[in-house]
């Protein structure tokens, strides 16, 4: 059975910073790019970062780029996404995705809330 599933999230102030974290298990996770993705209340699920399967190449949306990083260590079948300069704007849910040609696998996300 496949799983992805992330922690980390949180309500934190405008500037802070937050640690996401996603562990897969199910899954021959090195074999598999894997991205995270966010949803605000009302709009639609956006792609912020996505990282290769052997983590030497990463895409960055605009809005998070040189704020946000994204990695993975194979060897725990975890990737990352660790985001700095915190802004109301990044709130939302954001979801793990891994994908390998027509599979492709979500987890059940994690809130994060930045307010004062």
């Known amino acids: 059975q496949v799983q992805l599933v992330e922690s980390g999230g949180g309500l934190v102030q405008p500037g802070g910073s937050l640690r996401l974290s996603c562990a897969a298990s199910g899954i021959t996770f090195a074999r598999y790019v894997t991205s995270w993705y966010r949803q605000a209340p009302g709009k639609e699920r956006l792609l912020v970062a996505s990282i290769s399967s052997a983590g030497g190449a990463t895409n960055y949306a605009d809005s998070v780029k040189g704020r946000f990083t994204i990695s993975r260590d194979n060897a725990k079948n975890t990737v990352y996404l660790q985001m700095n300069s915190l802004k109301s704007e990044d709130t939302a849910m954001y979801y793990c995705?891994?994908?390998?040609?027509?599979?492709?696998?979500w987890g059940q996300g994690t809130q994060v809330t930045v307010s004062s």
């Open positions: 995705n891994a994908n390998l040609y027509t599979s492709s696998y």
